[in-house]
């Protein structure tokens, strides 16, 4: 990562990370905290749960929970949904929140609601839905604010709606529900993709309305737009009065986009310098990045430094910034003995952190053997989660490990799937990887023009290893054949309708007899240096 990628990649913190996250929880993860504890005949059994007795506070609420208690329903079902004091199931978890929410218990609702969304049932999905909208009636603000992500992410539609997902957070935000205003603000200035649905104006209106309700999450959004946002918008007084309540407010992000707009609108990199050592100081981690990206660049009138560069950087990473961790990971390798251990240590921080170009790197350090042994296994596994991220290169290097044999066991539909989803994304290696398996048939009937065809597009995208691939099935195609990969190339190359298919599997056919029809072209390395970051 260079220090330039470093400087437009921490540009973008100020759309994303100054937002809370949305109140909404439709993730499949358990509930982290366990009930409240309300007064009543359940407070000891509740009281019991969360001091870690689980199995004693179950205990308690099953005779309240036979009685109707809704409290002891609600733990009950809760229990059952977690595996904490009772057996995990989702059904019992359903039932005890579907008679706790005909007590009266509103939490059992969206309990329910939220499994219900989470199935792979279309039919649980829809009645996930019709519980939600019945608590609408009465409770529109947190009941809306889920049917809005539940449109949005498709769960009750066939694609995501933007206009229903619209609907239910504005309806929420009617029943004064910040969060949603949030949301929806941060929908209409396409955060959630729908770019022919960006409204400038609008998404900046309803920043204007939370803040003017006092949710201080609004602050440095609304202050970060009015100063760099849309140029017919601008309002320089006003972003630097809602940047200041957010600093009163010890929301130091707040000098990160007052720096920005000295760096980037009035071009003023020591006034820039001074905002982001103000965040610096009060370790504020995005202005520990910057300072240590002025260091290194030599800019804002301080002289170039490596040395100095990496002390931020270092500042930054213990702050928790992933990308400055990254960033030393990257720097130490690159010296001229690198500390493999130390980079090491910062790369896997950036990847506990979640950045998936963190993760991709240290499976690729497993596999490399660079540590004194090569561990594809542990390589598997931070793939395995880059890769769910979308990182294409990730999913080009398991791709590979499945091809191989590495790590896990030879899977050759796995590893088309995986090169299919990388090479949707424009990943050349991965489209080599697709080209391959056509050719050998391997998880696949053998389609040589479409092999061809996918190789062709490899090449076009810098694949040069391809090439030899392509020769050889140019060499075994007839007029006819090469016809048809032309064919197969043109729809390949169709704009945003890149079909880089994944090989279908074959039917009642084990995976077996497959290698004995000889050892498959060998694939790309994993560890390559034109891996895609």
């Not at 829809?126 to 449109?151: H, S, Y």
């Not at 918008?233 to 630097?240: D, V």
């Not at 990199?269 to 910057?290: I, N, T």
């Amino acid at each position: 990562m260079t220090t330039k990628t470093l400087l437009l990649a921490l540009a973008l913190s100020l759309a994303t990370a100054t937002v809370a996250p949305a109140a909404v929880s439709l993730g499949n993860e358990a509930p982290v905290a366990a009930p409240a504890v309300p007064e009543g005949p359940a407070k000891g059994a509740i009281e019991a749960f969360r001091d870690g007795k689980h199995a004693a506070g179950v205990e308690l609420a099953k005779p309240l929970a036979e009685g109707g208690n809704a409290d002891a329903l609600f733990l009950l079902g809760f229990a059952a949904e977690t595996g904490q004091g009772l057996a995990s199931s989702r059904e019992v978890a359903l039932e005890y929140y579907k008679k706790a929410a005909a007590g009266g218990h509103k939490d059992a609702t969206y309990r329910r609601s939220l499994i219900l969304l989470n199935s792979k049932e279309e039919k649980d999905r829809q009645e996930g839905r019709e519980v939600l909208e019945t608590a609408a009636k009465t409770d529109a603000a947190n009941a809306g604010r889920i049917l809005g992500e539940a449109w949005l992410r498709g769960l009750v539609s066939e694609k995501p709606d933007f206009d229903k997902a619209a609907e239910w957070w504005q309806k929420a935000s009617e029943a004064g529900d910040t969060p949603s205003i949030l949301i929806l603000a941060r929908l209409y200035e396409g955060a959630f993709g729908f770019p022919e649905k960006v409204d400038a104006k609008r998404s900046l209106e309803l920043y204007q309305q939370a803040a003017g309700l006092g949710d201080e999450n609004a602050f440095i959004p609304l202050g970060s737009r009015l100063l760099n946002g849309d140029e017919k918008l601008r309002n320089e007084a006003e972003g630097r009065e809602w940047l200041g309540k957010a600093i009163e407010k010890k929301q130091f992000a707040a000098y990160l986009a007052l720096g920005d707009f000295e760096e980037s609108l009035r071009k003023d990199d020591k006034a820039a310098l001074a905002q982001y050592q103000k965040g610096a100081d009060e370790k504020q981690p995005d202005c520990l990045l910057r300072v240590a990206a002025f260091h290194l660049e030599g800019k804002g009138g301080l002289e170039k430094s490596e040395e100095k560069g990496r002390e931020w950087l270092g500042k930054a990473a213990e702050a928790g910034s992933a990308m400055a961790a990254l960033e030393m990971a990257s720097r130490i390798s690159k010296d001229e003995k690198p500390d493999l251990l130390g980079a090491y240590k910062y790369l896997l921080s950036a990847s506990n952190a979640g950045l998936a170009v963190a993760q991709n790197e240290l499976g690729l350090l497993y596999v490399s053997g660079n540590l004194g042994l090569s561990d594809p296994t542990a390589g598997v596994a931070w793939f395995t989660l880059a890769a769910k991220s979308g990182h294409a290169a990730a999913q080009n290097n398991l791709g590979t490990l499945y091809e191989r044999g590495m790590g896990v066991p030879v899977n050759f539909n796995n590893a088309g799937q995986l090169y299919s989803l990388a090479a949707n994304q424009g990943h050349a290696a991965a489209t080599t990887g697709l080209a391959r398996l056509h050719a050998t048939g391997q998880g696949t009937d053998q389609n040589l023009p479409k092999a061809w065809a996918l190789a062709s597009l490899a090449i076009e995208r810098g694949d040069n290893e391809a090439k030899t691939l392509l020769g050889d099935l140019t060499s075994k195609l007839d007029e006819k054949g090469l016809a048809q990969g032309k064919k197969e190339l043109d729809e390949l190359k169709k704009p945003k309708e890149e079909k880089a298919e994944a090989p279908k599997p074959k039917e009642a056919q084990p995976e077996a007899p497959k290698e004995e029809k000889g050892e498959a072209p060998k694939p790309v390395e994993p560890a390559e240096e034109k891996k895609e970051q």
